[in-house]
């Protein structure tokens, strides 16, 4: 007896080494391919997480995160990660959807305060939905960082903020959009937009970051950069992380709210960006907690435009690896390239940020982004 369990053990113990020597070896291999990539499209830093079966089980740092002082790139250091911020303005409004203080098909001109009508179509009621789908027939090319460009109470072009389309019969990526759910979170919550969200969505889910970066230890931003196509050099960004505190003093709710980017503005690592993404994946549950139900999860993930293939700030591709579906969002601002997917059946995502590479798109995908998630695929879930 005493025997075989003595042979178990070694075996146990056998297995458990191979398995351990495995995954170094597909993860030092990761890692060489990785860095290949990088120096094919002059990629100065990137942070990678895997989620595999509702766990994170690899997460790295490549480069540099800042080039004037060389320091090299960690997995605590947090980014501007853009557009993938737009999930967690509508992960919000869902929330509220679900505590019914508002809905979806509410008229958008009765929550933001101000007439939102496209003059070509006077009797056509734009409703949140439209809004947060991108199907609103609003455009950004009065700017999106301030509310005065589509109020008509303000602006005497706020008319060519709508495009020539009945709203909900066409289909446009609009940043004004989001910046605008963002103030209509603040008029149904009863809180500031950055507080609400890092009470209902990161605390809860127990992350690191948020949209006001005044407060954000800014010892661990990550610089980005920006290439210049004609000098063929890389800028920094400093843009990227403005202080907000004088802003702030003057503070309107539900007026003021671009102040902090709902549309790009959220500061996180990859790591905790990939807890988050499993909250979705999972359809909203994470570690035995409950962000939003499963209803509004599968809302979010469900198409509204066939052009695009976008639910509410959570879009389906087949573009981005060969033949698997994907849902998720990217984000491209100030030099930085982001990627939040995820693989609902197959229980897998993948978060790939960087801070700065060539700009070059294929299929409307950035294609160092491209290649490093088709890399961790490769590598890790393949």
């Not at 609003?138 to 460009?149: K, L, P, T």
């Not at 495009?163 to 019969?169: R, T, V």
């Not at 809180?191 to 005044?214: A, M, S, T, W």
């Not at 709210?257 to 979705?280: E, N, R």
Request: aromatic share 12%; with cysteine.
């Amino acid at each position: 007896m005493i025997k075989s369990l003595k042979r178990c053990f070694s075996l146990l113990f056998f297995i458990t080494t191979v398995t351990s020597v495995v995954a170094q070896v597909n993860s030092t291999a990761a890692e060489l391919e990785m860095q290949g990539i990088m120096k094919k499209f002059d990629a100065i830093g990137v942070s990678v997480a895997v989620v595999k079966k509702g766990a994170v089980i690899y997460t790295h740092s490549f480069g540099l995160k800042n080039v004037e002082s060389n320091t090299p790139l960690i997995d605590n250091d947090i980014f501007r990660i853009a557009s993938i911020s737009k999930s967690f303005s509508a992960t919000a409004i869902m929330q509220l959807v679900e505590a019914g203080k508002l809905s979806l098909d509410d008229d958008f001109s009765s929550l933001i305060g101000f007439k939102i009508r496209n003059p070509k179509y006077p009797e056509t009621i734009i409703t949140l939905k439209m809004v947060m789908s991108h199907t609103s027939s609003i455009n950004d090319s009065q700017g999106y960082f301030n509310f005065d460009a589509i109020n008509p109470d303000k602006n005497p072009n706020w008319a060519k903020c709508y495009n020539a389309y009945e709203p909900g019969k066409g289909y446009q990526y609009c940043n004004l959009n989001y910046n605008m759910v963002g103030a209509v979170i603040e008029k149904r919550s009863g809180e500031r937009f950055d507080n609400y969200v890092k009470q209902h969505i990161l605390k809860p889910l127990d992350l690191y970051g948020g949209y006001c970066l005044d407060s954000l230890d800014r010892s661990r931003f990550v610089t980005l950069y920006e290439y210049d196509t004609a000098a063929k050099v890389f800028n920094p960004q400093p843009s990227a992380y403005v202080s907000r505190a004088d802003g702030l003093k003057n503070y309107v709710a539900g007026y003021s709210t671009p102040m902090f980017s709902p549309t790009g503005g959220m500061k996180i690592s990859a790591t905790d960006l990939a807890k988050y993404m499993t909250m979705h994946m999972n359809l909203g549950k994470y570690n035995g907690g409950r962000i939003i139900s499963k209803k509004s999860a599968k809302i979010m993930q469900t198409k509204v435009s066939d052009d695009e293939n976008y639910g509410l700030a959570i879009l389906t591709t087949t573009d981005l690896i060969p033949g698997v579906t994907l849902k998720g969002h990217t984000g491209s601002a100030y030099g930085l390239y982001s990627a939040m997917f995820f693989q609902p059946e197959q229980k897998f995502g993948i978060v790939v940020i960087t801070n700065g590479c060539t700009p070059k798109y294929t299929k409307g995908y950035n294609d160092f982004i491209r290649a490093a998630v088709n890399s961790v695929y490769n590598n890790f879930i393949k």
